[in-house]
């Protein structure tokens, strides 16, 4: 039997001492990340893993429940007929959307005493009953009822006989009526179901556009009252500063070269703020850049530039807003956020707060990704490896032998006035780093909040998935 398990990454260990029984039990396993090929999708990885699967093993657990990988990879086993089995690691009370999906299906429960026997006892049961489906479908009966005897009356049958033609024209009638109110009634119970699709944890969607392309988010958080999501995009969109140096030029200024000095050799932090960029999200450039819809950005005080950049490239003093591209019923759907930063030494507050359309996470709100089983790791999208003049996604990512790259978070360094935390490649098993805020070459992935109701109406089906 081949064998999928699916499972949430917090049940890792549980669902690779299952494996290891199974496979010592003579069965083929799928499980991830094990199984996912190298330099393959990792979606289409799990797609292929479900649809060449005898059965599907879930282990259920409350983060199983809530996880959308999870409710996608039951959603696909189920829509391609693959029988489920479910073994509950814990009292759960299913989501909607998995309460339809996995009722019918066998339940096993955890057994201190039988422990993961149980499933392989179940598998092997399967596998020596191929006929029967391990799915629980109700019996109607398909016994045949013997045939009541026949009387002949041959003056009846002369009588039908005349009439067969008509009678059997109106039968046909009949058939074709209800064949069609039947398919079409189908047709409409279809639509309805696709239409009640709903915006949930890890849902990709897709609105506004950015380098004349459609932008895809997804899903990470909800308010309290789930009226209002933040999304944040799925990909890294653009590789930019976070902000610039007001001197005349990066590590320089009126003759003195900078460039060897650490955080901690400035004694005059406006000059470190000046010669390197400042930290601060509440004046920083790329804050500007991400909320404007005009085509001209105003910049207060340091102006992206490519000379005052540390490579002297991607200067965005010229691009027009990253709102731009989005029609005014988006902006409309986006909601002001409250965000709230952390100050540096030449901040006028420690904790400013401003009200801003986009905005970038900081380490806090990093962990929304982890709570929607949702990789921290990103990839820059074609778009953003065009554009970049840095060509740095090669050295520090591809010919290491990945594909993810370094993004921006908005979280300052304590002690110093130029460096802010952003998200690692992953490479090195360190998911966060540190880089100085005036360097161009890094990862942008803009964050937004917005009303459910009204990015419902937005997203037609075609472009949100689960």
């Not at 790791?377 to 490896?385: I, N, Q, R, S, Y």
């Amino acid at each position: 039997m081949y064998v999928f398990i699916s499972h949430s990454s917090s049940d890792a260990a549980c669902a690779q001492s299952i494996c290891g029984l199974l496979e010592n039990g003579g069965h083929q396993c799928f499980i991830a990340p094990r199984d996912i090929r190298s330099g393959k999708e990792y979606a289409e990885e799990l797609i292929l893993g479900i649809e060449r699967s005898d059965i599907i093993v879930l282990l259920l657990s409350n983060a199983a429940n809530h996880s959308p990988h999870v409710l996608r990879e039951v959603e696909h086993a189920a829509s391609s007929g693959i029988p489920i089995m479910v073994y509950k690691l814990e009292e759960v009370e299913l989501t909607k959307s998995m309460e339809y999906f996995l009722l019918t299906n066998q339940w096993v429960n955890q057994n201190p005493e039988e422990g993961i026997q149980k499933i392989l006892k179940c598998v092997n049961d399967m596998q020596g009953e191929p006929e029967k489906n391990i799915t629980r479908k109700l019996d109607m009966g398909s016994a045949e009822a013997p045939a009541a005897p026949v009387k002949k009356n041959t003056q009846k049958k002369r009588w039908f006989q005349g009439r067969l033609p008509i009678a059997a024209i109106c039968i046909f009638v009949v058939f074709v009526a209800a064949v069609t109110y039947y398919i079409n009634g189908m047709h409409d119970m279809q639509e309805d179901a696709e239409e009640q699709i709903v915006i949930q944890l890890g849902s990709v969607v897709t609105f506004g556009t950015y380098n004349g392309e459609p932008v895809s988010w997804q899903v990470i958080h909800f308010s309290e009252d789930e009226t209002q999501a933040v999304l944040i995009t799925e990909q890294i969109v653009t590789m930019k500063a976070y902000d610039a140096a007001q001197s005349e030029r990066f590590n320089k200024d009126a003759g003195v070269d900078y460039w060897k000095y650490t955080s901690d050799d400035f004694a005059d932090k406006a000059v470190e703020a000046k010669v390197r960029g400042n930290n601060a999200w509440d004046s920083s450039c790329i804050r500007a850049w991400l909320n404007s819809d005009r085509q001209v950005v105003g910049y207060e005080g340091a102006v992206p530039s490519g000379k005052v950049m540390s490579d002297m490239k991607n200067g965005y003093v010229h691009e027009a807003g990253f709102l731009y591209g989005f029609t005014q019923e988006e902006r409309d759907a986006i909601v002001t956020t409250q965000v709230k930063s952390k100050g540096n030494v030449l901040s006028r507050d420690s904790a400013p707060v401003t009200g801003d359309k986009v905005f970038l996470l900081d380490m806090e709100e990093l962990e929304w990704l982890r709570e929607a089983d949702v990789s921290i790791l990103a990839k820059p999208t074609e778009a953003a490896v065009r554009e970049d003049e840095t060509h740095w996604y090669g050295a520090y990512s591809l010919d290491l032998g990945t594909d993810n790259y370094f993004w921006w978070l908005r979280e300052p360094v304590d002690g110093s006035v130029s460096q802010c935390h952003i998200v690692s490649n992953g490479v090195t098993g360190e998911m966060v780093t540190v880089q100085t805020v005036g360097v161009e070459g890094f990862g942008i992935r803009p964050a937004v909040t917005v009303d459910v109701d009204a990015l419902a109406r937005l997203t037609d089906r075609s472009t949100l998935s689960r």
